[in-house]
């Protein structure tokens, strides 16, 4: 079903086509611009409220910039829908995010227009800072930087990195500060309570709003214009003392906080701002999902990426099942978690803004005293992590796998070469689908596999994952435990098992077989279960172990499968270099055995979006795949019999 814009927008294939409007046709084309996306997202899914919060403020950057040789920088990048149907990508919108479809973030390779790809959160000022660095460099003082940021990203620290260089650096930058209260959950910490504070202050709007009024006729100053902007900025200093502005001490010129949804507003102010040279800051107020009144006033966690829906009531489509399904595997998490702090008052919960996300609400609701949301701030959340495990504490860290890659300095500084019992448990390891690359958990095997003091396990169903949890909370010598499971449901509908000790290092063996024995690390083995039911059928009967742990590997069980099986298949959902298979590898070779291996898994290349299941079978580990793998391998072994 293809959409069609209205009669402005489908006109508009460029931001060439949108600067030919007038002025006052904007308000119109942003009302167009929602619908469309509206429309879009309700059919197809995708991320939603964010980009409904950025139309005027998107469309306004496209009037008044020179793009793409202005580089608009978003932070994150769920929020550029609205840029992606102005510069060129209204006729693919409707493939966002499929499989061999439109990404769901900005993308360098996607198009001239995306200045930086993205996908995780923070990074834009940073990024924006180098490109206005290099024009001044490069002698082009003409050219403008543009960081949009949200007030949930603000909470990383890489952005007051970038903000604390900007402040010095006398570039062209412009950070615009997105300010919806929001991140996917409500913003957390001093720095919200802090834009509250200014955005409400009737004293210091009122002073900023007469700096407005003045600055509307400052720019057709000229040149004098920034000497006239010190001298009025100097005498509204010293009418803030009481109330300092934090970004004017880290030497950012502020302005607003404007209403982001005045589009002619917009366009004018940033004409102005365009004239400023110098770093400089501009507070948006927004409203997430604006325009929709489902999300406007409804949960606005839900309608962060509320997946399809129907447009006219707002009801969130949920596929019916006859069955009970199995749960989700970071609902087990989640629930598992406050069933344990029950009983062992030292537990505590950390997540780095993904409570929903992680089902850390749980915990957060059940024992507030007890679990954090620490905002998008993950090498904060490990190292806080450390600091409670100094005092006997038991953290249970929860990163998504691909966040994780944040912290990897606070893994190994913080916790491992302390000797602290930190409990890690990664969630959306493996393929993420159809958020893609920047969101696929790819690496974490590797890098955590090479820190001495980490203990990793990852579970293959949702009993395997209690156990696991119930492990890592019982008292041991001073090691990390890090566990990582995958988006998306596990396979027991039945899952709420009474919970035992799992021996570190110790595997299961799923079932005995014959010539090819199939090694499987987590949820993934449950691909090899449905082909080994699918070998059995064409005659062939490999070997599948359950080895559950990467880091101590089951040396015992491995001296078993290499003294039997001369060939052995690893699978993965994880990177094959320096993974789990190339563990097995390492221990093949240190042992001495020789036996053929075949690894499957993530390959060293950057794998796109998709459904998991899409994206496995183009790497050949989805059951088939595993299945062809045994056939090549055994190839001859059938003939023979
Ligand atoms: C490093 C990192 N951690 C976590 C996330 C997950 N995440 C995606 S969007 C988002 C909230 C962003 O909030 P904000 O910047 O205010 O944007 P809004 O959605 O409110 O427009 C989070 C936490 C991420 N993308 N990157």
Request: aromatic share 8%.
């Amino acid at each position: 079903m293809l959409i069609e814009p209205g009669k402005l927008l489908a006109k508009i294939n460029s931001p060439e086509d949108l600067k030919k409007l007038d002025q006052t046709q904007l308000v119109q084309l942003c009302d167009e611009l929602r619908h469309f996306i509206i429309d879009n997202v309700s059919v197809y899914g995708g991320h939603f409220g964010a980009s409904l919060g950025v139309v005027e403020l998107t469309v306004a950057l496209h009037y008044i910039f020179n793009t793409p040789k202005d580089q608009l920088v978003w932070d994150v990048g769920h929020q550029a829908y609205g840029h992606k149907i102005l510069t060129g990508r209204k006729d693919v919108f409707h493939t966002n995010r499929m499989y061999k479809g439109m990404s769901g973030f900005p993308k360098r390779k996607e198009s001239e227009y995306d200045a930086f790809g993205v996908g995780h959160s923070s990074t834009s000022i940073s990024a924006a800072l180098g490109m206005a660095v290099a024009s001044k460099y490069k002698g082009d003082d003409q050219q403008q930087h543009i960081a949009i940021i949200g007030d949930g990203a603000m909470t990383g620290g890489l952005a007051f990195e970038g903000m604390n260089h900007a402040g010095v650096s006398n570039s062209n930058i412009l950070i615009i500060l997105n300010d919806n209260c929001m991140s996917i959950d409500p913003n957390v910490g001093a720095l919200k309570d802090y834009l509250t504070d200014i955005t409400t202050s009737h004293t210091y709007n009122k002073v900023k709003d007469d700096v407005w009024n003045i600055l509307g006729k400052i720019s057709k100053f000229g040149p004098n214009a920034r000497e006239v902007i010190s001298k009025v900025e100097n005498s509204i200093k010293s009418l803030l003392l009481s109330q300092s502005n934090m970004f004017e001490s880290l030497n950012l010129r502020y302005f607003g906080p404007v209403d982001g949804h005045d589009v002619n507003h917009l366009v004018s102010v940033l004409d102005d701002l365009k004239d400023i040279k110098g770093p400089k800051i501009l507070h948006c107020i927004t409203t997430k999902g604006k325009g929709y009144a489902p999300a406007e006033n409804g949960n606005k966690t839900t309608w962060h990426a509320p997946g399809k829906f129907d447009k006219v009531s707002g009801e969130i489509r949920k596929k019916v099942h006859e069955a009970p399904q199995p749960p989700k595997y970071q609902d087990v998490f989640g629930h598992t978690l406050v069933e344990l702090a029950e009983k062992n008052d030292k537990i505590t919960g950390i997540t780095p803004a993904m409570p929903s996300g992680s089902s850390m609400n749980i915990m957060m609701e059940a024992m507030p005293d007890r679990a954090f949301d620490v905002g998008i701030a993950e090498q904060h959340a490990v190292t806080f992590s450390a600091g409670l495990a100094t005092q006997g504490l038991i953290p249970f860290c929860n990163i998504y796998s691909t966040f994780m890659q944040r912290a990897f300095d606070q893994v190994v500084h913080d916790v491992c070469i302390q000797d602290l019992p930190v409990n890690f448990c990664l969630d959306r390891a493996g393929f993420a689908g159809a958020d893609g690359p920047t969101h696929h958990g790819a690496y974490d095997i590797a890098y955590m596999r090479c820190i001495p003091n980490m203990i990793i396990a990852s579970p293959m169903n949702e009993a395997e994952l209690r156990d696991l949890m119930y492990t890592s909370q019982l008292p041991r010598e001073g090691k990390a435990f890090t566990i990582r499971y995958p988006r998306g449901q596990g396979v027991m509908p039945e899952w709420r098992t009474p919970m035992k000790e799992i021996a570190i290092g110790t595997g299961r063996k799923i079932k005995d077989g014959e010539d090819v024995a199939i090694l499987t690390i987590g949820h993934i083995g449950n691909y090899a279960v449905e082909a080994c039911e699918q070998l059995e059928k064409e005659g062939l009967n490999p070997a599948h172990y359950d080895m559950r742990f990467v880091k101590p590997l089951d040396e015992k069980m491995l001296h078993d499968i290499f003294s039997k099986y001369k060939k052995v298949i690893t699978v993965e959902d994880g990177c094959l270099m320096g993974g789990f298979g190339s563990a097995v590898l390492e221990f093949m070779a240190e042992q001495a055995y020789a036996a053929q291996v075949k690894r499957l898994g993530i390959p060293d290349r950057i794998v796109e979006h998709g459904e998991q299941i899409e994206l496995h079978a183009e790497c050949n580990f989805d059951p088939q795949g595993i299945v062809a793998a045994v056939v090549a391998m055994t190839e001859g072994v059938l003939t023979n019999k």
